[in-house]
């Protein structure tokens, strides 16, 4: 079965400094993982997905996630944080087992962002 | 605009009263999805459609039903709401395997 598991529940940063929010994954396959935002009363936004491409993966407002199977990681990264970053982050692999390709969430790291 | 469009946003229940909570999707896709979103437990299937006519259990299907109504449609039924279902609910299509569109949700409060 496939899951993800987020490290950190709650992720405090100064503004301008970085951002690592951190995500581990299990499958058996190879995966499909996404990075998902939600600002408070909001719904989801994409931020990234990685689909066997390129290994490092560039997405909207500046984040990035390195896919590293050696780890069986997806960190979310960026290089300097704004207070419109502060938001849930939810990391998401694709079940593909069933073919199905449902969705698997992690709990959500929360980013509080300090002036 | 294209998209996922949910109703209603907000919600307040009596306990053991009934509704059911709507999806239309305009994106022509084959596959739906209910989620509920709960502090600290991330996004959880309710239940999902892979094509118009089939329905099945994900996660937590426990107190819901659901109908695929066609190929646009699929509502989430509530048969005697209780207040542990007391939740931010998501709908979404798929348009790939790489990708979810999401409705804005329905805030479901249980009384």
């Known amino acids: 079965a496939q899951s993800v598991t987020q490290l950190d529940s709650h992720v405090s940063v100064s503004e301008g400094t970085p951002v690592l929010l951190r995500c581990n994954y299990s499958s058996s396959y190879s995966p499909s993982l996404f990075w998902y935002v939600q600002h408070p009363n909001k719904g989801l936004q994409l931020l990234l997905k990685?689909?066997?491409?390129?290994?490092l993966v560039k997405g909207i407002n500046g984040f990035e996630a390195e896919f590293k199977k050696s780890e069986t990681s997806f960190h979310l990264t960026k290089p300097s944080a704004h207070m419109s970053d502060a938001a849930e982050y939810f990391c998401?692999?694709?079940?593909?087992?069933?073919?199905?390709?449902?969705?698997?969430f992690g709990t959500g790291t929360r980013l509080k962002v300090l002036a | 605009n294209a998209g996922v469009t949910q109703t209603p946003k907000f919600q307040v229940l009596k306990t053991g009263q009934s509704m059911t909570l709507q999806c239309a999707q305009d994106m022509n896709h084959n596959s739906m999805y209910w989620y509920r979103q709960d502090p600290g437990m991330g996004l959880r299937l309710i239940y999902y459609?892979?094509?118009?006519?089939?329905?099945d259990k994900g996660e937590v299907p426990n107190g819901y039903n659901v109908s695929r109504l066609n190929k646009r449609e699929f509502s989430l039924r509530l048969e005697s709401a209780a207040p542990s279902q007391t939740s931010v609910y998501f709908c979404?299509?798929?348009?790939?395997?790489?990708?979810?569109?999401f409705g804005s949700g329905t805030r479901l409060t249980v009384v």
């Open positions: 990685y689909t066997s491409a390129a290994t």
């Open positions: 979404a299509s798929r348009e790939s395997a790489y990708g979810y569109t």
């Open positions: 459609s892979a094509s118009e006519g089939t329905t």
């Open positions: 998401v692999v694709s079940d593909l087992t069933s073919g199905t390709y449902k969705y698997i």
